[in-house]
Structure formats: C-alpha cells, structure tokens
C-alpha cells in the first residue's frame, strides 16, 4: 500500500509547487479567506499552508489522509457537477507517503485544535484558531532519486510563488502571503479583481490591458487581456481558468493566441487573465490527477468564444 500510495504520488506530487497547489486548493475548498505559506529551502525543507478555513473534526483526521477519502462528492453523479478543486481524495495521502506530514486543525465548534502526525499517528490536542495547518517537511526525503530532480532553492520557490499566483488570479476575494525562510516574499490582500490583477500582474500591466466580457450562449469569458504592445519576457503571463480552475488548456490557448496573430508581432507572447465559465457537464475536469488538463465537450465552441471575446476586447476602444 506504500508503494501504490508512492506511485500515485509521482502523478501528484513533481515538486514543491505540486504540494503547494494541492495545499491552497484544499484552503480554498474549505472556505478560507486568508492562506499564508510558510517555505523553507524552496518548498523542499518545509511547506507550511496555513487557513481559516471550516476545519478539519478530530475523527476526521485520520479520514483526510486516507486515500480515495474526499469529503467534497458523494457519489459519481456529482462529479458531473464538481464544484470543489479537489475531489479525488488523493493529495494528502500522495503528499504524506513522500514527506513528513503533519494536520493541525480546528472547527468552529471545538475548544481546541488536534494535531495528527501522520507518520507515527500520532493525534493530540493543539492550540490554533479555527481553520487547518498542512505541515509538510523533507518532501522526497525517502526518495532520493525523486529530490535529486529538484531545481536549486530559488527555482522552486519561483515555482511555488507562481502556484500561488494562479490562485490568486482566481480569487481576489481571499488574501494571500508568502515567507520564505522567515521573510515575506509576496502579500496580496484580499480586494476587488481590478486591484488583484494590477496586485499580481502589475499596474502596468493594467494601465495597458482590456476588459473582456462575453457572452455566447452558455459561455462566458471576462478577464483582462493586455494590448499587443505590452509584453512581458517571460511566457507565463498568460493564466487561463474554467470555472475558477486554473487549467493549461491548448484550445484556450490558441484561441487566444489567433486573437492576437493578426496584430501581435514577432515573438512577443501576449499577456492575459480570463476566465472561462461553463456549464459544469460541458467540461471534463477528471482527466488528469492534478486537474491542469481538462476535455471540453465541445472545443470548438469553446475556442471560437474565447476568440471573439478577445478580439472583440482589442478592437474596441481602450477602457
Ligand atoms: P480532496 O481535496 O480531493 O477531497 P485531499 O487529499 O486533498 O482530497 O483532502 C482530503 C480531505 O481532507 C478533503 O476532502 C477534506 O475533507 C480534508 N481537508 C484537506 N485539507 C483541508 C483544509 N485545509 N481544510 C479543511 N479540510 C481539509
Ligand atoms: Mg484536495
């Protein structure tokens, strides 16, 4: 059962970003509004994600780690329907079969906190306020061959600064914070989305982007797209979400990218933030165990909306 646990966490689990995003997911699903990350060594020595969240009951602790144990579907139904990020129940046991996982949390309705250690099984009383803490140390410590993929310290914490960052584009409403090593290295407050955008991707970036917002039948896009001139060096700047999921999807991709060819030149990678909403049964998100990749029940549909809603946003006068 290690090794089935293990395997899967080679699907889940790549790098420190991997936990990360898992983390924030399940501080999202839970209702938080404020996630603060705590980082050691990049994410490889501690990943810390810490949420106000609704908490974890004590004899639900040991559930959470179980593996195929999801509180958020019933049955096979609702996943025609997800709207939670999570709902394979797979993270936190893949996380906790390649580290040293730990659970402190607390519901509203308890007097105090319980901490389960997930190694020795450990489970006992802690003080914490209302919401859960994921510790995770030594990630890979068992697997040398797996740490030895790592990047340096400071590649891994871009990566893991960047996992935050696709949340953070998704919801402006919850306020994030990145430490490393005792030092914050990011901070956004919860605000309106204008403020989110120009908090993560700039105010330059927003003194030169679009609006979009379209509507085609049961899709809608919005977001903000940047003008052609504005370009970023780097080529993640472009942040595509279906349903509030952060996905990397070809067909978003490329109808965005087609709305830009006829006035983007050269190599510049256009800069971009949209949201994708669509009825739930027209969009497959269990294709893929971290969820990045998802099946559109019809493509075409999706890119020729996703097409007009930003050429439509370039060509209309700057607002
Ligand atoms: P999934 O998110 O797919 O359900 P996970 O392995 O990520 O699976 O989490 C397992 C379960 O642990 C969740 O279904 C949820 O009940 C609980 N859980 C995990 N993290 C949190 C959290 N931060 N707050 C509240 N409950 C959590
Ligand atoms: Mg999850």
């Keep these: 059962d290690e090794l089935v646990s293990q395997i899967a966490a080679g699907e889940v689990v790549e790098r420190p970003a991997s936990v990360v995003r898992e983390l924030v997911d399940n501080a999202l699903d839970a209702g938080a509004t404020q996630v603060t990350l705590r980082l050691a060594a990049g994410g490889v020595r501690l990943i810390s994600v810490e949420d106000d969240g609704c908490g974890i009951a004590r004899e639900e602790l040991p559930l959470a780690l179980r593996r195929h144990a999801t509180s958020k579907i019933a049955s096979l139904s609702d996943l025609e329907s997800v709207a939670t990020m999570?709902?394979?129940?797979?993270?936190?046991a893949a996380i906790a079969s390649v580290s040293e996982l730990a659970l402190v949390s607390r519901t509203p309705t308890q007097p105090s906190g319980f901490l389960l250690d997930a190694?020795?099984?450990?489970?006992?009383?802690?003080?914490?306020?209302?919401?859960?803490?994921?510790?995770?140390?030594?990630?890979?410590?068992a697997?040398?061959?797996?740490?030895?993929?790592?990047?340096?310290?400071?590649t891994e914490l871009?990566?893991?600064?960047?996992?935050?960052?696709?949340?953070?584009?998704?919801?402006p409403d919850v306020g994030f914070a990145i430490w490393?090593?005792?030092r914050l290295v990011e901070q956004w407050r919860a605000a309106e989305?204008?403020?989110?955008?120009?908090?993560?991707?700039?105010?330059?970036?927003?003194?030169?982007?679009?609006?979009?917002?379209w509507r085609s039948g049961p899709l809608r896009v919005t977001g903000r797209a940047g003008l052609p001139d504005f370009a970023r060096s780097r080529a993640d700047h472009q942040f595509a979400y279906v349903n509030g999921r952060y996905v990397r999807d070809k067909v978003l991709m490329h109808a965005a990218r087609s709305a830009y060819e006829d006035v983007l030149h050269g190599q510049r990678q256009p800069v971009y933030a949209l949201y994708v909403e669509i009825a739930p049964e027209r969009v497959d998100v269990n294709v893929h165990p971290t969820k990045i990749e998802v099946r559109f029940r019809d493509s075409r549909e999706v890119h020729q909306a996703v097409r007009h809603a930003v050429e439509n946003a370039l060509a209309a006068p700057r607002a």
Excluded: N
Excluded at 86 to 92: D, Q
Excluded at 158 to 171: F, M, Q, S
């Design 86 to 92: 999570g709902f394979r129940g797979e993270a936190l």
């Design 119 to 141: 190694r020795s099984g450990e489970l006992r009383p802690a003080a914490r306020a209302t919401g859960t803490t994921v510790e995770v140390k030594e990630l890979f410590f």
């Design 143 to 154: 697997t040398p061959a797996r740490r030895k993929f790592l990047k340096s310290d400071a």
């Design 158 to 171: 871009a990566h893991c600064i960047e996992a935050v960052r696709r949340h953070a584009l998704a919801r």
């Design 180 to 182: 490393h090593e005792g």
């Design 193 to 213: 989305p204008g403020q989110r955008w120009a908090d993560v991707l700039g105010e330059e970036f927003m003194a030169q982007s679009v609006a979009v917002d």
